[in-house]
């Protein structure tokens, strides 16, 4: 447990939470600021900061719990008619609580939610092909041991 992690403290069961699941690897439970009635936190139960702190396979049950969430939540009853799954990694990503999260955040038509971005941008196919070889330079595939 890392000191002054709201999520460790969950996971210790120092702060109440409202359970959705919990498994040996990963928790889901209910965000107490929600966007959305309905709005679920899926956390691993082992503090990582950022993304790449994570192991692969912590990072995949923590998506295959978020997907089953959501179906959950749009079974519940709970209004939704669409979802959101927001990761904020880092603090220039808007990141507050530094152990990793994903949010489900259900959606309905004419909720208070809104995403602003300038989606006009249109970098020229050179400049992407720029940058699509620097990360393909960067990427790595985990060596089979």
Avoid at 6 to 24: H, K, R, T
Avoid at 120 to 140: H, N
């Amino acid at each position: 447990m890392i000191i002054d992690c709201v999520f460790c403290e969950i996971v210790a069961g120092n702060i109440p939470s409202s359970l959705v699941y919990s498994d040996d690897m990963v928790m889901a439970f209910m965000d107490i600021n929600p966007v959305n009635m309905g709005h679920a936190l899926v956390i691993p139960l082992k503090h990582f900061v950022e993304l790449s702190d994570m192991d692969e396979a912590t990072g995949m049950r923590l998506f295959q719990v978020t997907m089953r969430v959501q179906k959950a939540i749009r079974a519940s009853g709970v209004p939704c008619e669409g979802v959101n799954l927001f990761l904020a990694d880092g603090e220039a990503a808007f990141q507050e609580v530094f152990h990793v999260h994903m949010h489900i955040f259900p959606r309905f038509k004419g909720d208070d939610f809104k995403i602003s971005a300038d989606w006009s941008k249109q970098p020229p196919r050179s400049e992407l092909d720029e940058v699509a070889a620097k990360i393909r330079g960067a990427y790595t595939e985990p060596r089979n041991s």
